[in-house]
């Protein structure tokens, strides 16, 4: 899929349902089954004309799909964290998994208490609680509703459909997010239409 191409599909209730392709989206808006939402910046030739590619469709019937929250592991909190290290907030291309308490002050391994770190604030940090070791995250941890992969998707185009990911996020402007849709839930929903 190419990355400027994608576009995301929402339910009739603008619940994110999957990214597909331009192509895909297209047959659903001819096939009078999507409507165009926001349209991109690009275009696509078809054998009879060359067609704005948008960048959100909404379907027209509701799609009935289970939620799936996104598992935890160590991938999707890199991917939560946008391979950012939440320490010093550098992208690093081979992150480390963090324990804010130590697991062996008791710090438990979920979502809440693990954050991707670089080697060198990993390595900085030890074995010590945030204030002993004098370190600061760059922003609280959270249990994320969707993860989006980025490889999947533009940084740019990520950005225009932050808002119908994380609405009530947004509202509060507490985190900054740039990650993307769970692996299952795109497939489920690609199944589906
Ligand atoms: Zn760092």
């Known amino acids: 899929m190419d990355a400027d191409q994608s576009v995301l599909l929402l339910n009739t ?3 994110p349902l999957t990214v597909i392709s331009a192509r895909r989206a297209l047959r659903l808006i001819f096939s009078k089954k999507a409507h165009t939402i926001e349209e991109g910046n690009t275009h696509l030739c078809t054998v009879r004309a060359r067609v704005r590619v948008p960048s959100v469709i909404q379907i027209f019937y509701y799609v009935k799909k289970p939620y799936l ?3 935890f592991s160590k991938k999707s909190v890199f991917i939560r964290d946008n391979y ?3 320490y010093c907030g550098k992208h690093i291309t081979k992150p480390t998994i963090d324990h804010i308490i130590p697991k062996s002050k008791g710090g438990r391994t979920g979502w809440m208490n693990v954050v991707t770190a670089c ?3 990993n390595n900085k940090k030890g074995d010590r609680p945030l204030k ?3 370190m600061r995250l760059i922003k609280e941890p959270h249990e994320p509703k969707y993860l989006v992969y980025s490889s999947v998707i533009s940084p740019a185009r990520m950005k225009r459909w932050e808002r119908y990911f994380y609405p009530e996020l947004q509202e509060t402007e507490k985190f900054i997010i740039t990650a993307a849709v769970s692996q299952e839930l795109a497939v489920n929903a690609e199944a589906l239409v």
Request: net charge neutral.
């Open 13 to 15: 209730t603008f619940e």
């Open 69 to 71: 929250a996104p598992k």
């Open 84 to 86: 950012r290290c939440q």
């Open 119 to 121: 080697n060198l604030c």
């Open 132 to 134: 002993e070791a004098g």
